[in-house]
């Protein structure tokens, strides 16, 4: 299994949060129009969204992070994760939203990329809404089911392999469907779980995966100065920075954004979406 992002040092932070989590068998879905794979990183009106080349024998290609040089970038980046048996948990009021983050990114003015799953769009529709046409953020994809897409990925349970492409693209529809109408053409494994035969599946899709090369620990996390710590230790030029958009998961959140946005500033460093770390990248992963 090929494995992102410092692998199981990397991925560790999450599990628990991910282990909790139950997702709905995936269905038929109504095909998204999405880009074709590309590798463009330029930047112009008429272009897309910048994308990687892809992989070897055209799979699906992985970025971690920018490139490590002079320009201090960051991207962070917010998971909104919620499956389908969690809705009557959200019914009795749980939450799986946390608007107080959004309302901090907006006020501090920090550029955003939220890898939302499918489910959550349909639970949060005007959230979705609204972050999907404020000009800060961009959304992409973080699947329709939060099925792994390979075993042995935090237990959770797993997608066939003919099942891939099409939770993808029921995410996508979802979407589009709340009223998100530019989803980028990018995708976060559940779990940041993935081998070769889920980069294969999904390469007609035409996404480009994104990973993460800091792992915030805000997953279940009580304590924000430790999580915001942990932020402020891995960051370097390029970085993404793995957080969740999930109150209930993750009720830290915001009191780290609100922690780590002005140290970093102090810093030199600013923060970017992730399309620009692409598009920096020059088609390159």
């Not at 948990?89 to 955003?112: S, T, Y």
């Not at 939220?114 to 699947?143: C, D, K």
Request: contains cysteine; proline residues 8%.
């Amino acid at each position: 299994m090929i494995r992102s992002v410092r692998r199981d040092t990397t991925l560790c932070a999450l599990g628990a949060a991910l282990s909790a989590l139950a997702a709905c068998a995936p269905h038929e879905a109504t095909r998204a129009p999405l880009p074709a794979p590309s590798a463009t990183a330029d930047a112009s009106p008429m272009a897309g969204p910048p994308t990687l080349a892809p992989g070897p024998a055209g799979l699906t290609p992985v970025f971690e992070h920018g490139p490590r040089g002079r320009d201090k970038a960051v991207a962070l980046t917010f998971d909104a994760d919620m499956t389908a048996d969690q809705g009557p948990r959200a019914a009795r009021g749980e939450r799986f939203d946390n608007p107080g983050l959004v309302a901090a990114l907006r006020e501090l003015k920090v550029p955003a990329t939220v890898f939302m799953t499918g489910r959550w769009a349909e639970e949060y529709p005007g959230q979705a809404r609204a972050i999907g046409r404020n000009p800060l953020f961009e959304v992409a994809n973080h699947s329709y089911s939060h099925y792994a897409f390979t075993e042995e990925c935090y237990g959770l349970p797993t997608v066939g392999e003919e099942q891939m492409r099409v939770d993808v693209e029921r995410a996508y529809a979802a979407l589009r469907k709340v009223g998100v109408r530019d989803a980028m053409p990018y995708f976060r494994f559940p779990g940041g779980c993935y081998d070769r035969r889920a980069l294969k599946a999904l390469s007609p899709v035409g996404v480009t995966a994104v990973q993460w090369d800091v792992v915030s620990g805000d997953a279940f996390a009580t304590d924000a100065r430790a999580v915001a710590q942990e932020v402020l230790d891995g960051v370097r030029a390029g970085s993404v920075v793995v957080l969740h958009c999930t109150l209930s998961a993750a009720p830290t959140t915001e009191r780290v954004v609100r922690s780590v946005v002005p140290e970093l500033r102090d810093r030199g460093f600013r923060f970017v979406k992730v399309s620009e770390l692409i598009g920096a990248a020059g088609g390159r992963a």
